[in-house]
């Protein structure tokens, strides 16, 4: 099938959206290929087609787990085989998988980057018949990125091992991060498929504001339509739902501390306009494909342009007029400052907390590579008198210098395994048929569950017993307490995966020189969010579009700095109309006889509301003969 063939066979369009087809096309060809396109531009069809178009398998590298599941899922709805690898899976789910993706017809493996670097993975690479490696996130390989992964440069180590064309895409890359990205990927020949970053339909606005909340009140009520308000936190997020809900929007909040479960029911209220304004931390929007959103407002400063232009950047899919409002006061700007100083501790506190992780789950010199531990912020820093910021971003810097995975809120599947001998099971009596009736359908439905603990679908298993998700637990619950399962119950939890064993003081190397580069480039980025709020002469949009390294750009006319202009030069021009008019009046009443000197005692002075131009305007009117010349 051609490319428009799979796009309608799976899709149901007719046509590609720009720049889609030339990178599909690039793909096909067997071309390496980063594509740079902004937030909603369809990045997820320039590499399921072409992956759909081959024979064999796509393997898509990609550091968000959300995105990854419902990805996964749209595929799979879509009638194409599909599987996800990501944190919080068991090494016998992750086996399951890849045995799955190298034997049975699966068109997509969705890889967080953290397993790239695995022996199990890389265990299969000689059974994986890889068309397409796929990088979403691109920006993530690259040091001098906004978020860079080291895991991400792993990447370039399986080009060694497989034979198989790069599809790299990302929404923000400067031109110093897009070549970092083709280097670090290994491209044999550099194609850079780059679409206008220009969003004419979104209309960017800066306030500057004491009272914020009046401000976000008076834009949900002022704008209809959906929208969505990111703050830094959580404890604001819920605080700023509360008060919006008192003023009588339909609101809802949404974090990475929320359930999965409620995550998904508030995500798909908003979705289907349920709830009108969603307030949240940047854990939301990612691969969510609203097209009517109508605003965006930011309650805090981002931490830099790249973050701001694709969280603004969901507004407005679907053409139509929207609003990207970003509201700010001093207080942000001393706030900028100190989360500088906050992200980056100093190295030897970063080398405490890696020894105190090891104590905190008693963990010897030389011992715990491999292990995946459960992890409670709150628990660490209240043990060890330590404040959450700077521990939460020394664990951060610990992941960029491969010590460690820190994974923020994975869901972990409930777990069960039958502890009774197969044959021995029908002769326990239980209580309850439907306690029978669960163990029955547990062994029918996951062939291993006598041999490993194995993760199980609640929603599932409660469809097919015809109860709810808690029933199903107790029924789960109550077979532990007969002693015939290890039931292990669904948990939200940080994760914390050791890379190696636990070295000794002294020997840990944080790389100075990449913690100077990542502290410079962090301080960059966020002085240019400083200066973009600041600017009061240059258009909001060609700002933006010159950061990310397009020159070649017009004012957009709507954002503020664009109307102030124009409201600024209307006033001028009515100024000069109101001179030219006064001008005329007094040249007649004169008679014709006037002097420079006396045009000047009458228009010079600020308080007569005459245009300073007034010399100018009348050496207008004497060229075109509507006044007569004024005497020595």
Not at 586 to 607: I, T
Request: glycine share 8%.
């Amino acid at each position: 099938m051609t490319a428009k063939e799979v796009l309608k066979e799976y899709w149901g369009y007719d046509s590609f959206r720009p720049m889609q087809e030339e990178i599909i096309n690039a793909a096909v060809e067997g071309k390496d290929v980063l594509a740079i396109m902004p937030t909603g531009g369809g990045k997820s069809v320039c590499f399921q087609v072409p992956g759909l178009m081959a024979g064999g398998l796509s393997i898509v590298v990609t550091p968000l787990i959300a995105l990854m599941k419902d990805q996964v899922q749209n595929l799979c709805d879509r009638g194409v085989k599909a599987v996800a690898i990501h944190a919080g899976m068991s090494r016998h789910e992750v086996d399951l998988a890849l045995n799955h993706a190298a034997y049975g017809g699966v068109k997509f493996l969705y890889l967080s980057p953290e397993r790239l670097g695995t022996m199990l993975f890389r265990s299969y690479l000689d059974v994986l018949d890889v068309s397409y490696i796929v990088v979403d996130e691109a920006h993530c390989i690259s040091q001098w990125g906004y978020d860079f992964r080291p895991d991400y440069l792993r990447i370039g180590e399986l080009r060694e091992t497989l034979n198989a064309p790069v599809i790299a895409l990302t929404a923000t890359a400067t031109p110093v991060v897009a070549d970092d990205i083709m280097e670090k990927l290994g491209f044999r020949d550099r194609l850079l498929l780059k679409s206008g970053f220009e969003r004419p339909n979104l209309t960017y606005v800066v306030r500057r504001t004491e009272d914020k909340l009046t401000q976000i009140l008076n834009i949900c009520n002022g704008v209809p339509g959906s929208g969505i308000v990111y703050a830094r936190n959580r404890r604001k997020c819920e605080e700023l739902a509360s008060m919006m809900q008192s003023a009588g929007i339909s609101v809802s909040f949404y974090h990475a501390g929320l359930g999965g479960q409620t995550r998904s029911e508030r995500q798909a209220l908003w979705k289907d306009g349920s709830i009108r304004v969603m307030v949240c931390t940047n854990a939301f929007g990612m691969g969510i494909d609203k097209p009517d959103v109508r605003f965006v407002i930011h309650y805090d400063l981002p931490e830099g342009p790249e973050s701001y232009f694709q969280e603004a950047g969901r507004a407005g899919r679907d053409g139509l007029r929207s609003y990207a409002v970003q509201l700010w006061n001093g207080i942000d700007l001393r706030r900028a400052r100190q989360i500088e100083d906050v992200s980056f501790p100093s190295l030897e506190y970063i080398e405490d907390i890696y020894q105190k992780i090891h104590l905190f789950y008693e963990i010897p010199y030389n011992a715990g590579e491999g292990r995946s531990l459960k992890f409670k912020m709150e628990d660490f820093c209240r043990k060890y008198g330590l404040q959450k910021a700077p521990a939460f971003y020394a664990l951060k810097y610990l992941q960029q210098t491969e010590h460690l995975s820190y994974s923020e809120e994975v869901d972990i599947a409930t777990k069960v395994r039958i502890c009774v001998d197969r044959r021995s099971l029908y002769d326990i009596t239980l209580p309850e048929q439907q306690m029978a009736d669960l163990l029955e359908l547990l062994m029918r439905t996951y062939t291993g569950i006598f041999n490993y603990v194995q993760p199980i679908d609640e929603e599932y298993l409660s469809r097919r017993l015809s109860t709810t998700v808690p029933q199903l637990r107790q029924l789960l619950y109550r077979l532990a307490l007969e002693h015939v399962i290890n039931y292990v119950p669904a948990d939200h939890s940080d994760v914390v995966f050791l890379r190696h064993g636990r070295l000794e003081p002294g020997n840990i190397d944080l790389k100075p020189k990449l913690y100077r580069m990542l502290k410079e480039n962090c301080h960059t980025r966020s002085q240019s969010m400083i200066e973009y709020v600041s600017e009061e002469t240059e258009c909001r949009s060609r700002f933006l579009l010159r950061y990310f390294g397009q020159e070649d750009t017009e004012d957009c006319g709507t954002c503020d700095v664009c109307r102030a202009r124009k409201a600024r030069e209307c006033d001028r021009e009515g100024l000069r109309e109101k001179t030219r008019k006064a001008l005329i009046e007094y040249a007649d009443l004169s008679g014709g006889h006037y002097s420079v000197q006396d045009v000047v005692a009458r228009f010079s002075n600020p308080a007569a509301g005459f245009s300073p131009d007034y010399l100018d305007i009348l050496r207008e009117l004497i060229d075109k003969g509507i006044v007569p010349p004024c005497g020595d």
